[in-house]
T-cell receptor, first 115, second 112 residues
Framework: ETGVTQTPRHLVMGMTNKKSLKCEQH?????MYWYKQSAKKPLELMFV???????ENNSVPSRFSPECPNSSHLFLHLHTLQPEDSALYLC??????????????FGDGTRLSIL | KQEVTQIPAALSVPEGENLVLNCSFT??????LQWFRQDPGKGLTSLLL?????REQTSGRLNASLDKSSGRSTLYIAASQPGDSATYLC???????????FGTGTRLKVLA
């Protein structure tokens, strides 16, 4: 139990569907992150939220839409995805962004497959 | 642009062996470096975090060192066990952007 919970664990969707990924952290952290992990590629940072405000959008296509209603919850809304978007999507949290002595805590991810 | 490389990509060792995993980075302007473990189908678990002012960190059988000037970090695992089998990822905290830049990992298999 890492303190960061992601749902669903697996998701299969067609290219025209709309779905959402959910992340919840129980650690009292103020920063939350979305990462994409594709096979044989390094983790790619997608979005950063600090105190519910988006501080980083790493040139992510608009078919991915994040939402952070409070410091404990983070969503990733998906629509009109492409086959190359199939990957493991990981959520992480940390005490605050830009604090060097605090590690990031990760959830177990959502395995997304686009048909 | 910061790049992180991990060598080897995969490693298979007999139980009980001491081993070293390597991580190299191209830009020495980092604020910290983190080693993670990832089990199949799971997220990342933080093992050790070294701040830029530190040379090493230890936790149990794990020891991580950092040499910023040469752009290298090593993760030393003593007396390896089958339960250590996992993928080990290195992530560098970039000073300019405050983003973590990840390597592609070393997939370790410890044979009983």
């Amino acid at each position: 139990e890492t303190g960061v919970t992601q749902t669903p664990r697996h998701l299969v969707m067609g290219m025209t569907n709309k779905k959402s990924l959910k992340c919840e952290q129980h650690l009292g952290h103020n920063a939350m992150y979305w990462y994409k992990q594709s096979a044989k590629k390094p983790l790619e940072l997608m979005f950063v939220y600090n105190f519910k405000e988006q501080t980083e959008n790493n040139s992510v296509p608009s078919r991915f839409s994040p939402e952070c209603p409070n410091s404990s919850h983070l969503f990733l809304h998906l629509h009109t995805l492409q086959p190359e978007d199939s990957a493991l999507y990981l959520c992480a949290s940390s005490q605050e962004w830009r604090i060097s002595n605090q590690p990031q805590h990760f959830g177990d991810g959502t395995r997304l497959s686009i048909l | 642009k910061q790049e992180v490389t991990q060598i080897p990509a995969a490693l298979s060792v007999p139980e009980g062996e001491n081993l070293v995993l390597n991580c190299s980075f191209t830009d020495s302007a980092i604020y910290n470096l983190q080693w993670f473990r990832q089990d199949p189908g799971k997220g990342l678990t933080s093992l050790l975090l070294i701040q830029s002012s530190q040379r090493e960190q230890t936790s149990g059988r794990l020891n991580a060192s950092l040499d910023k000037s040469s752009g290298r970090s090593t993760l030393y695992i003593a007396a390896s066990q089958p339960g250590d089998s996992a993928t080990y990822l290195c992530a560098v905290g970039d000073s300019g952007t405050y983003k973590y830049i990840f390597g592609t990992g070393t997939r370790l298999k410890v044979l009983a």
